[in-house]
């Protein structure tokens, strides 16, 4: 964020984070003036399928700390996806243990890279997106020009003809 948010800013920040995550089927409750807090729903019964799925749960606090401006700050859970890779890891590791180790702990790296690095960089590349463009379209409201023009309000006095007759 380039600028420092107001408290009813922060509040429409927070506000939309809520209905995103909402429309993505996210049980979402709020943890104070500053915080919310959210579980997301399983992939099965997700109403929409993308990069988020494999967040499981997650907090997102706008504050300052140590007299700095004030931010948005997230932490994103991922247990299930951590669960997906722990088994995915054990079923490598009883078909494979008669191979070399080398080649045992190569294939559970690329594993844990393809299973659970993946998924983790693009929920994370996508939820900081989401928070951006909630953030933005609030702070920078401003900057941005009206579509329909303010009229020009000059003052008439009374019993005079209007500035265009």
Known sequence: MRTEPTVRQTQAILTRIERELVARGA????AGASA?????AYPWRA???DALTTVSAGRVLVSAGAGEPRRVRYELGFRLLRAVAAAASVILLVWGWEWPR???LNALLALWVVVFGVPYALAERRFRRLLDAAAHDVIDRRQ???ETPVPDVRAVEPGSPPPDA
Do not use: G, H, I, N
């Open 102 to 104: 080398a080649s045992l």
């Open 47 to 49: 109403r929409k399928l």
């Open 36 to 40: 919310v807090r959210f579980d997301m």
């Open 144 to 146: 941005t020009t009206r």
């Open 27 to 30: 049980r979402v409750e709020r």
